[in-house]
């Protein structure tokens, strides 16, 4: 925790600012009798940004570098939640949705790009795993916040909001030093997946698995009857 405290807060609160916004938006459809169909596109959406994001994401870091990049996106981000407040269009939620997806997939390369570069070798290990147990940390924080708001109002969108503001801070402030310029790589796909077929393979199921999950089972937990701090409990536990 000593080596990178400033990226392990930073990832702490926007982690649980968005794993809060995740679990708001299926219970809020939920709750407005909004069918299981779009509450699952709209996660697809998430995952949509975040598979376009890693393109964007290199030409941002590689333009302004890594804190610019961050705090640009961040702020994206937490513009798009604040929207959500002001219309509850399912269309301009699908885009919105897609947008926080590009956005976050360039926050999570600057993390874990500067945590890959300058942790050593034999600390790599330890490093990305506090980063992981910040990650749900993080994700456990945000249910809880959200079971102090059954009515699911405006309340838990500036509570989000606020958590994705306090993420720039830590990481605008450091005083650790900044990563290299990105260099440009060029990856096969198709040889990348020959080199480990099963890891990716692997990686895809969870995936599917995962998405799926954090998408519905808010809705699946609320339709099964169980009050908002059961469902925060439910989510928190998995």
């Given at each position: 925790?000593k080596?990178?405290?400033?990226?392990y807060?930073?990832?702490?609160?926007?982690?649980?600012?968005?794993?809060?916004?995740?679990?708001?938006?299926?219970?809020?459809?939920?709750?407005?009798?909004?069918s299981?169909?779009?509450?699952?596109?709209?996660t697809?959406?998430y995952?949509?940004?975040?598979?376009?994001?890693?393109?964007?994401?290199?030409?941002?870091?590689?333009?302004?570098?890594?804190?610019?990049a961050?705090?640009?996106?961040?702020?994206?981000?937490?513009?798009?939640v604040?929207?959500?407040?002001?219309?509850?269009?399912i269309?301009?939620?699908?885009?919105?949705?897609?947008?926080?997806?590009?956005?976050?997939?360039?926050?999570?390369?600057?993390?874990?790009?500067?945590?890959n570069?300058?942790?050593?070798?034999?600390?790599?290990?330890?490093?990305?795993s506090?980063y992981?147990?910040?990650?749900?940390?993080?994700?456990?924080?945000?249910?809880?916040?959200l079971s102090?708001?059954?009515?699911?109002?405006?309340?838990?969108?500036?509570?989000?909001?606020?958590?994705?503001?306090?993420?720039?801070?830590?990481?605008?402030?450091?005083?650790?030093?900044?990563?290299?310029p990105?260099?440009?790589?060029?990856?096969?796909?198709?040889?990348?997946?020959?080199?480990?077929?099963q890891?990716?393979?692997?990686?895809?199921?969870?995936?599917?698995?995962?998405?799926?999950?954090?998408?519905?089972?808010?809705?699946?937990a609320?339709?099964?009857?169980l009050?908002a701090?059961?469902?925060?409990?439910?989510?928190?536990?998995?």
């Amino acid at each position: 925790m000593k080596s990178f405290p400033s990226l392990y807060f930073t990832n702490l609160f926007l982690v649980g600012g968005t794993g809060l916004l995740t679990t708001y938006l299926a219970l809020y459809l939920g709750q407005h009798n909004v069918s299981t169909f779009w509450i699952g596109l709209l996660t697809s959406f998430y995952y949509i940004g975040l598979l376009f994001g890693s393109k964007l994401g290199y030409h941002l870091i590689k333009s302004v570098g890594h804190i610019r990049a961050f705090s640009a996106s961040t702020a994206v981000v937490t513009a798009c939640v604040a929207s959500h407040g002001i219309s509850d269009n399912i269309y301009i939620w699908l885009v919105l949705r897609l947008v926080v997806g590009l956005g976050m997939m360039c926050n999570y390369m600057v993390l874990e790009s500067w945590l890959n570069e300058q942790a050593a070798p034999e600390q790599r290990g330890r490093v990305f795993s506090f980063y992981m147990l910040t990650s749900y940390l993080g994700m456990v924080v945000g249910q809880f916040a959200l079971s102090q708001f059954p009515q699911l109002g405006y309340a838990p969108l500036f509570l989000i909001c606020i958590a994705l503001s306090f993420g720039i801070v830590p990481i605008s402030i450091t005083r650790r030093i900044h990563p290299k310029p990105l260099k440009p790589l060029q990856v096969s796909l198709w040889g990348y997946f020959k080199r480990v077929p099963q890891s990716l393979t692997a990686v895809c199921f969870a995936g599917i698995i995962n998405g799926s999950f954090y998408g519905l089972a808010p809705t699946f937990a609320s339709q099964a009857g169980l009050n908002a701090k059961e469902i925060a409990m439910y989510m928190s536990v998995t």
